[in-house]
């Protein structure tokens, strides 16, 4: 979910909402066509917990090395990881895990009460999902969030939900920020488009109103947000009736990440997104803060080689290194 950038996009979006006679033939053929996840993961797996059957994409399941956990915000899916996960899976494919997760409501998970997106239980859902995956986990661990995901991520690493994470990071995720904008997101949410007339035209809504700059990630992203209704595509997530969980996900984060027990990045589109705890804790060295100003709030999508290229050069930095002992 964007907050700031978004919300002020709301007031002067390009495109007006979409119904199902606003596209003719010869205007369907211009849309991008959507993008196949398999070019961009090794499979998909289906994990059954908290009576949710979700879906969980992965490059790398059988390596013995590091695992990069991401989680995508509000509204969003797996697949806005997709670009980022690719690269960073082809530094060492032969090493690397990434997994990508379809958060309860969104994607391709399916399951009861879809409606109660509160932060407890989607701490549960990845603690759970992670602990299904890798049991007795002794790998390192890097647990990437962005928005919501964020804040589930956050969570997840300081209770030590998930064992030997070695990082965590937040991308474009700032409780000072989010906090503000609360009040204002249901009028972004109400200005977007109710419906498309097609896959295509959705794809494109998500370019002209630079929700996504990335042509390519939002081809492979986009199909995923929405679901064929009465013959109109339509949101497959439905965030307002989740509003009332909203200041719970971001409320007390800036504390909770700067206290998670492992190194930390902070990845941010611009400086004013910094809160003032956040401010102090950067001064004192407590995280790493890198900027990408050139993207929108989407970070992986509109920039995924930068992204993945912090992501796994931040690994690198911390990594434990296994020293033999020496025989005397």
Known sequence: ????????????????????????NTESNKLPSPLLWNNYF???????YNDTHFNVYVSG??????IFVLLHGAGHSGLTFGLSAKQIHAVDPHNFTVVAVDARAHGDTIGENEENLCLERMVDDLAGLFNNLFPDNKRDVVVVGHSMGGAVAAHVVKERRIKNVLGLVLIDIVEGSAMDSLSAIPTFINA???????IGSAIQWHIDSEAVQNLESARLSVPSLVTLKDNV???????????KFWRGWYEGLSQTFVKAPTAKLLILAGTDRLDKELLIAQM???????????????????????VADLIVSFWKRNQRLNIPALRL
């Open 1 to 24: 979910m964007d907050f700031r950038q978004n919300i002020f996009r709301a007031r002067n979006l390009k495109l007006p909402p979409l119904e199902p006679s606003t596209t003719t």
């Open 42 to 48: 090794e499979e998909k797996r289906r994990v059954d």
């Open 61 to 66: 399941f059988g390596n013995e090395g590091p």
């Open 192 to 198: 977007r488009p109710r419906s498309f007339a097609s």
């Open 233 to 243: 595509w339509t949101w497959r997530t439905q965030l307002l009736p989740t509003e």
């Open 284 to 306: 004192q060295g407590k995280f790493q803060l890198e900027l990408l100003p050139a993207a929108g709030h989407t970070i992986q999508e509109d920039l995924p080689q930068k």
